[in-house]
T-cell receptor
Framework: DGGITQSPKYLFRKEGQNVTLSCEQN?????MYWYRQDPGQGLRLIYY???????QKGDIAEGYSVSREKKESFPLTVTSAQKNPTAFYLC?????????FGQGTRLTVV | SQQGEEDPQALSIQEGENATMNCSYK?????LQWYRQNSGRGLVHLIL???NEREKHSGRLRVTLDTSKKSSSLLITASRAADTASYFC??????????WGAGTKLIIKP
């Protein structure tokens, strides 16, 4: 069953903690993306990676970090430097011109 | 980055009626994609229209693209309750980045 898997579906973080969101794809796509979505809003690009061991900052990268050690995996770490991390996080992968999304992770700071 | 705009922001219609959503953008594009998002879920790819195409159909969906006006429309015919969702258009620029607006929230009343 091919696709993009994000985990966990729900994540709670205490203030000052770092948390890592998982994104795995078995579509053999080179490009992967992380987006943030706030209520009633569109998607904002956090980081993207066009190829293994390379990634670029998006529009709102501050307070986030990523790695791309394997083609299949693109984890996102929300650091304590991110002042307002409560949001819905979406991972996507792209082949040619078509992008596919995971089911998202809802992160809440408690 | 958010340089797209959907119109209207919200649309409420009776089941069986047609729903039309519009989208405008500012940059040159490679193609334009429409996505659906059910509440709290990931995005589902609906249809892709290339910059050299003017109209495309998929089932009950009809998409038009006018690159001279930098606009697109999505028509859903014979709407069903299951069509209730938010709809996003996502133009893809020459760097293969998707451009997002805030979406149109569609409600189908039974």
């Amino acid at each position: 069953d091919g696709g993009i898997t994000q985990s966990p579906k729900y994540l709670f973080r205490k203030e000052g903690q770092n948390v890592t969101l998982s994104c795995e794809q078995n579509l053999n796509h080179d490009a992967m993306y992380w987006y943030r979505q706030d209520p009633g809003q569109g998607l904002r690009l956090i980081y993207y990676s066009q190829i293994v061991n390379d990634f670029q900052k998006g529009d709102i990268a501050e307070g986030y970090s990523v790695s791309r050690e394997k083609k299949e995996s693109f984890p996102l770490t929300v650091t304590s430097a991110q002042k307002n991390p409560t949001a819905f996080y979406l991972c996507a992968s792209r082949y040619s011109t078509e992008a596919f999304f995971g089911q998202g992770t809802r992160l809440t700071v408690v | 980055s958010q340089q797209g705009e959907e119109d209207p922001q919200a649309l409420s219609i009776q089941e069986g009626e047609n729903a039309t959503m519009n989208c405008s953008y500012k940059t040159s594009i490679n193609n334009l994609q429409w996505y659906r998002q059910n509440s709290g879920r990931g995005l589902v790819h609906l249809i892709l229209i290339r910059s050299n195409e003017r109209e495309k159909h998929s089932g009950r969906l009809r998409v038009t693209l006018d690159t001279s006006k930098k606009s697109s429309s999505l028509l859903i015919t014979a709407s069903r309750a299951a069509d209730t969702a938010s709809y996003f258009c996502a133009p893809m620029d020459s760097n293969y980045q998707l451009i997002w607006g805030a979406g149109t929230k569609l409600i189908i009343k039974p």
